[in-house]
């Protein structure tokens, strides 16, 4: 879960011209917004008469909830939507006094209002993890340019001992390392172990003086759809 902060005001400048604030933000379920409103004022009388006239913010709600229900000016409130897979909104409505009686398209003589709006989508799934790459947005990376996977094809192993002849493997299916498509891993990484691969087979030996040696080779397909 996850709690947003939005602090929404509008300038002093915009008392006079019914000033607005919008932000959105998409939530995951069980996210909540934590979110003030502050009409600033243009003189210390106009800001007297903000606290003064302590109107309520009248709020209009799409699918969410506030609390508390009382928000005055400056006031913070929670948001929090109520139905998965649907958008919410939550537009709050500020009406304030306007001195000398100036109504500069306010909504009576002496008044003015100033109105904000936070909404998004609710339901949508947290962002976390590694996202490599997803069909809808071709700009991301890819692990591969060509859209292929590797495969896992065969294992063999063995014990070749010391001044033993070579063992020479057949794997089959196409096999060949010189074409890209194929790929080989042989264990264990040692100074008297030899694997050379050719065309359908490859070839196991020991320069060992001693005792055995034993190997395992992994065969992979590459470039697999």
Request: net charge negative.
């Amino acid at each position: 879960m996850t709690v947003y902060t939005q602090d929404l005001s509008v300038s002093r400048y915009g008392i006079q011209y019914n000033g607005t604030d919008t932000e959105v933000q998409d939530l995951a379920v069980g996210d909540t917004i934590t979110a003030s409103f502050d009409q600033e004022a243009t003189s210390n009388q106009q800001t007297s008469l903000l606290d003064v006239e302590d109107n309520d913010i009248v709020f209009t709600l799409v699918n969410c909830t506030i609390s508390p229900t009382n928000v005055k000016n400056r006031g913070t409130f929670t948001i929090t939507p109520t139905s998965s897979g649907a958008a919410y909104s939550c537009v709050g409505v500020l009406i304030y006094y306007s001195p000398s009686g100036q109504n500069y398209g306010g909504p009576s003589t002496d008044h003015q209002q100033t109105t904000f709006t936070i909404s998004g989508a609710y339901g949508t799934p947290p962002i976390m993890g590694l996202q490599v790459w997803h069909p809808s947005n071709s700009t991301l990376p890819r692990l591969d340019t060509k859209d292929k996977q590797i495969m896992h094809y065969a294992t063999y192993s063995g014990t070749i001992a010391a001044g033993a002849s070579p063992v020479t493997i057949t794997v089959g299916g196409g096999y060949d390392i010189t074409n890209g498509d194929w790929g080989i891993d042989v264990t264990p990484c040692h100074w008297t172990l030899g694997v050379v691969s050719t065309t359908n087979t490859f070839t196991v030996s020991t320069t060992r003086d001693t005792g055995s040696q034993g190997w395992r080779v992994n065969i992979f397909k590459l470039n697999q759809a």
